[in-house]
């Protein structure tokens, strides 16, 4: 492998990782270096990647269990690898508002990759936050408040569902609409580094356990914002060959939707992961 660096590119978390030519495949200490700075950095991302399909998953099964995807399709022959396409003519971007991939299951992923196939000429950026930075800066008295809530998470809420029209419409028959909820905690402990999180998302969580909608309403919105306050974050410019790796436990992830007109096409892997606690 040569000599592997990782690079901090914010305050917040996200770095990048040099040395490393994942199509090639990685030895064990390579693997444990960037599971390492997954932990440490929460998103970590590697440029000039050429990958076929069978060396993207085998670089993912080296940090976990590849999962399909529950409302699409896989790409032919690799079920376990999405594509997500936003077409010329189309206004929605998939998942286009900040959310935790699939936290309507009850166990969401514990990471996804994505791999930068087609880019616009500007704009398709992704914006990622740290969500033990936005548990650790609530007062104690927030805190208190929200250790022992439940939340509610479900797959069909509104703002997020808009953003899967384009998609599912183009999979036509293949695509499968399901109305999942899961509950998790609000406060979430890292199964792997042992630090408090903030585990709710706009674009899943509907509301508290016990509570209806309008009751919960308040303190979710407020730390919707909360949350993705722009000192827990950062921001990825994707180039072709660029690869995200991000901790689905940890992070949030925003892409953002400023390039009509434009094809962007990416191919994902979702890691299986562990019921919150």
Not at 128 to 154: R, T
Request: overall charge negative.
């Amino acid at each position: 492998m040569g000599t592997i660096a990782v690079k901090p590119i914010a305050g917040a978390l996200g770095a990048e990782i040099e040395g490393i030519d994942i199509g090639k495949g990685l030895d064990r200490e390579a693997f444990a270096r960037v599971r390492q700075a997954l932990l440490d950095h929460l998103v970590i991302f590697f440029r000039d990647q050429v990958l076929t399909p069978e060396s993207f998953l085998a670089f993912a099964r080296g940090f976990g269990e590849p999962a399909e995807y529950p409302m699409l399709p896989g790409i032919d022959g690799y079920p376990m690898i999405t594509e997500i396409t936003k077409l010329e003519h189309e206004r929605n971007n998939f998942g286009g508002i900040w959310h935790a991939d699939t936290t309507y299951l009850e166990c969401p992923p514990m990471g996804s990759m994505l791999h930068a196939q087609e880019i616009p000429p500007y704009g398709g950026d992704t914006l990622f936050a740290n969500q033990y930075l936005a548990y650790e800066a609530l007062s104690d008295g927030m805190k208190a408040l929200l250790d022992p809530l439940v939340g509610v998470s479900c797959s069909t809420k509104a703002d997020v569902s808009k953003t899967r029209e384009d998609m599912i419409q183009n999979a036509g028959d293949k695509a499968t609409f399901r109305h999942l909820t899961a509950e998790h905690p609000v406060v979430r402990t890292h199964p792997e580094t042992g630090r408090k999180l903030l585990f709710v998302n706009v674009a899943h969580t509907s509301h508290f356990k016990g509570m209806t909608e309008a009751e919960s309403a308040p303190i979710l919105q407020y730390l919707f914002q909360h949350q993705v306050r722009p000192e827990f974050t950062c921001r990825f410019r994707w180039q072709p060959g660029s690869l995200a790796f991000w901790d689905n436990r940890a992070a949030q992830h925003n892409p953002i939707n400023d390039y009509h007109g434009f094809r962007r096409r990416m191919r994902r892997i979702t890691l299986a992961g562990e019921r919150p606690r």
